[in-house]
């Protein structure tokens, strides 16, 4: 029974190679792909990106990770974030982007939520260990 359990278990697991990237390359990679600058080549002029209507890269898993853990704790799930959970019910400046209409946004959410784990929009200097240590993100 336990193998049963455990077959399941990892068949519904949430991966970046399954999950997280085909969604990345419909809905995100337009402007957060391959061509796009690393992080730190973005913020020294951010409204020259901006302008040309290209994010800082994020195409790839390694990329991704910088904003769900380190050195960009939370900027994804901040980005992403439906509004439901804050009191302003506000939704990230991406969450449009999730998909076409609000049906999809909502699926591809909660396909990046099972993914991260723990779905904290907290920044580094506020994040605990036991946070960190509760993501899962994986491959």
């Known amino acids: 029974m336990a193998f049963v359990w455990t077959v399941q278990a990892q068949a519904a697991e949430v991966t970046w190679q399954k999950d997280?990237?085909?969604?990345?390359?419909?809905?995100?990679?337009?402007?957060?792909?391959?061509?796009?600058?690393?992080?730190?080549?973005?913020?020294?002029?951010k409204k020259k990106w901006m302008d040309k209507g290209i994010g800082m890269r994020m195409d790839t898993y390694s990329h991704l990770l910088a904003f769900v853990g380190w050195p960009d704790?939370?900027?994804?799930m901040r980005r992403l974030?439906?509004?439901?959970?804050?009191?302003?019910?506000?939704?990230?400046n991406m969450y449009e982007q999730l998909g076409d209409n609000e049906a999809e946004r909502k699926a591809n959410l909660?396909?990046?939520k099972s993914w991260v784990g723990n779905w904290n929009t907290?920044?580094?200097?506020?994040?605990?260990?036991?946070?960190?240590?509760?993501?899962?993100?994986?491959?």
Not at 81 to 92: E, I, P, V
Not at 132 to 139: E, G, M, P
């Open 20 to 45: 997280i990237k085909p969604i990345f390359d419909k809905q995100c990679a337009g402007c957060h792909g391959k061509d796009s600058p690393e992080a730190a080549e973005f913020k020294k002029d």
């Open 122 to 139: 907290k920044r580094w200097s506020d994040v605990s260990k036991e946070e960190l240590n509760s993501i899962k993100a994986k491959y």
């Open 110 to 112: 909660d396909i990046f």
């Open 81 to 92: 974030d439906d509004g439901s959970g804050k009191a302003d019910k506000k939704a990230g």
């Open 73 to 76: 704790a939370g900027a994804l």
